[in-house]
């Protein structure tokens, strides 16, 4: 017992010691060396928070959104596929599964300058649409991997029992394979959204600058000498992912409360 807790005292510290440094850079004017903590305290970021609150609240929103947009498009790109590969044996499995995993080993640059060029000819550059799908499309061997993962860990009783009872394949697939399936789509998904909401050359080469991303909004901040406003705007990239992890979460367990599966 003691074990345990020395090691997450450490691992606490290890991952809280970075906030804790941004939360005194948010409040401090200046923080030179060897100063423990900042000699003058301002809040001249939270003022700039103020000032600036529409802008950023519109960043962080259009961020979520095209976050939780590529979440629900790469469920239904690999919900079938996923589906594939836990539960048939075919020749050229192994390969074809790597080939739908290769956008995750793509460096991103190489990635986006071709996609870039099919977007602008299909009308799709500088768009919102344009920008869930290049996210889409670069994130979804994440939610593939982990419905695979989750396919494979089902009891197919449950699919024999309903075959049995006359259920079509699309009845079994909405009414007892996702249920089951919810624990691997919440992994997924989170992998997604934070790669999706993190996410700032492809935002901004598809998006052109005219979709608005809060990656986009406090890199310039990041690469300034302000180090006060890049801080406080840092932690508010913290909030999103949170919330909605919190919440899904809760939605969950409620749901399998309801069903019994609890």
Known sequence: MIRF?????????????PLVVLALY????????????PAQLDWRSYAYLAGHFRDISASLLF??????????????M???????????????????EGLLLAPALVPPMAFAMG??????????????????LILSLYSYPYMLRALTAGFLAQ?????????????????ILVAVELPLLLPAIVAGGIIVFLVSFSEYFLVFLIGGGIVPSYSGYIFPLLNSSDKSVASLLTLLFLLPPI??????????????RQRGLL
């Not at 870039?116 to 299909?122: A, G, M, R, S, V």
């Not at 009783?157 to 394949?169: E, K, R, V, W």
Request: charged letters at 10%; one cysteine or more; a positive charge.
């Open 63 to 76: 961020s979520c959104g095209y976050s939780l947009a590529a979440v629900t498009l790469t469920l239904a």
């Open 26 to 37: 948010s409040l401090s004017s200046s923080w030179s060396y060897p100063q423990i903590i």
């Open 5 to 17: 807790s020395l090691l997450f005292s450490l691992l606490f510290a290890v991952f809280a010691s």
């Open 115 to 132: 996609a870039h060029y099919i977007f602008l000819h299909l009308g799709l550059a500088d768009t919102f649409a344009g920008v869930v």
């Open 155 to 171: 009891d197919r009783n449950y699919t024999l029992c309903a075959q049995n009872m006359g259920a079509s394949s699309f009845r």
């Open 243 to 256: 919330f909605f992890f919190v919440l899904i979460d809760r939605l969950i367990y409620r749901l399998y």
């Open 78 to 96: 690999t919900i079938l596929p996923a589906r594939l590969f836990a539960r048939t044996d075919m020749a050229g499995k192994t390969l074809l």
